[in-house]
């Protein structure tokens, strides 16, 4: 028969937890316990979890200061079998991995796990709780561990470990290696165990996962120099002893000491825990007060306080402050309260706003054509550069840092460069002229390229700013004609215009090309003629056209989205530039 379990509520047995919480540096005094744990036979790899070989039990006592490794060596003391395979305890749904002594630090477990060099007092486990052991991964073999009492250590007969009680012959490790005399001699061995002496390698990472091994590379690499220091002792540990590691990062060696512990207790996760929000005492009190104070102050205007000012700086607040509370408060302290709050002066910033009363009608019109593209129409923006002249030109560059590049103010003519040009909004491709000035003449001359350019097309829409000579009635005069010509003969695209609104020239996405093409061939050269930066121009968008005919992209990015002109009234100008 099993003995009977010792009644819950007698003599000195613990009910609560063995769980040490608040580990400091400081170690609190514990009063030693020891602990009565039975283990069970479940077989190999069971698939009932509740299966238990009938009538097999090893009941024994240890020090709840036993590692988990020191626990495993006793049970296999017990059991009579060799220790040189991997093994595992999985304890309240925390899994404890030996993975043996080799030279592999990094090993790929993919589950979370930690060391088994954690003493089982930390594993938070109270009477009546179960556990698991598993040894040998390739054999399985599992069996159930259950704390069955927890008493004083005053109360010890004798030392411990010590085996109390057992039913059951011994299970053989390997059963078809011995002699059938041998087996049976070995199936009747009393089971004993011996003390499994101190911890061995207790200043030694047992092992680091390999999914931790990238964070804690990050962290070696980091300006944070507190995991830099972590990083360092836990890489390190094999190739160094503790007092190298304290000497290499500075700290004392009980520091390095405590980090190692507490990695092999609780991995990664130790040692990146979160810090405690402290209460903020009077101090923090107060000057919570003077944040709420000072912050509520700036949604008010200096004039309601006698300050002659039209906006709030340091001494100003500080100067209202006084008045409303009688409470001196520096200018440095509004400083930081205001920093810690986000807020800081700034400068405001020009934004352009249209004047058009049909802007929304405008604005809807554009879009709408944009999205409801079919394959056979075309989008173009279009908008005149210039005139640039021919001249030497700042601008970022790389020069040394001794030398001085520099600019001469005024500079003889060598002539100036007009163009207008066209984006495709579904290719991205640009066509361009160069004209002598900008008028109907040029915007006429650059339709009919696009014309020429796309004869397959069905329609071409186009899009440009409410300069004169973009509807200016000559431009109109000669449209309609050729679109009933055009619409007559059944062949050519058709030409419909789609004006932008009276100063809205930061939705023509055109101005981001140009505004690149100026960077790259422009800023910083030194062309001596028309005839040579016009090359550059076009040697610009040729290579630019090439690129995207071999990348295809639309042309934008914010136009096509259709909340993006939701907010009508804060339009932020140079928003094209991120198109």
Partial sequence: MLPRLPNMGTDA?????????????????????????????????????????????????????????????IILEILGWSEDHLYEFKIKNCCYVNFGNDDDYIVDAKEPCVS???????????????????????????????????????????????????????ILQYPGVLSR????????????????????????????????????????????????????????????????????????????????????????????????KRSPGKKGVALERKRVRVLGLIHSRPQAYGINRASWNHASLATAYKQCYEETISKATVGRILQKAGYKIKKA????????????????????????????????????????????????????????????????????????????????????????????????????????QYPFTSRIYLTWDAASWHKSGSLVEWLDPLNVETTSAGFGPTIHLVPLPTSSQFLDVIEAVFSGMKKAVIHHSDYQSEDEMKTAISRQFVERNDYFRDNPKRAGKKIWEIDFFQDVENLNSGNYREW
């Fill in 13 to 73: 047995q613990s009910n609560g937890p063995i769980h040490i919480e608040g580990k400091s540096r400081k170690r609190k005094w514990r009063t030693p316990q020891i602990l009565k744990l039975r283990i069970q036979y479940r077989g190999q790899c069971p698939r009932d979890p509740e299966f238990l070989h009938p009538n097999w039990y090893r009941d024994f006592e240890i020090a709840d200061k036993t590692t988990l490794e020191q626990l495993a060596a």
């Fill in 116 to 170: 088994c060099a954690i003493p089982i007092h930390l594993t938070d486990l109270t009477r009546g709780d179960s556990f698991e052991f598993i040894f040998d991964f390739g054999e399985l073999h599992t069996f159930r561990l259950t704390l069955i009492a927890i008493y004083s250590i005053t109360w010890m007969c004798s030392s411990t470990p010590r085996v109390l009680s057992y039913r059951g012959k011994n």
């Fill in 181 to 276: 005399h041998a087996a049976s001699a070995a199936r009747s061995r009393l089971p004993t165990v011996d003390s499994p002496g101190r911890p061995k390698n207790r200043w030694r990472i047992r092992f680091v996962r390999q999914e931790d091994e990238p964070q804690l590379v990050k962290w070696r690499e980091s300006n944070d120099k507190r995991l830099w220091q972590k990083a360092v002792t836990i890489l390190d540990n094999r190739s160094l002893i503790p007092e190298e590691i304290a000497k290499k990062v500075e700290l004392p060696v009980d520091a390095i000491r405590e980090w190692i512990t507490i990695y092999n207790h609780q991995g990664l996760a130790g040692l990146n825990r979160p810090r405690k």
């Fill in 349 to 452: 910033r020009r934004v352009l706003s249209s004047p058009d009363p049909e802007y929304r009608e405008k604005v809807d019109l554009v879009l709408t054509t944009l999205r409801n593209l079919q394959p056979n129409e075309l989008f173009f923006f279009i908008d005149e550069l210039g005139p640039l002249r021919v001249k030497k030109y700042g601008g970022r560059g790389i020069v040394h840092e001794k030398d001085v590049h520099t600019v001469p103010q005024e500079q003889p003519g060598k002539g100036s460069v007009i163009m207008s040009g066209a984006l495709s909004a579904t290719k991205n491709q640009v066509s361009w002229l160069y004209s002598s000035a900008k008028d109907t003449q040029a915007m006429i001359d650059l339709v009919e390229i696009l014309f020429n």
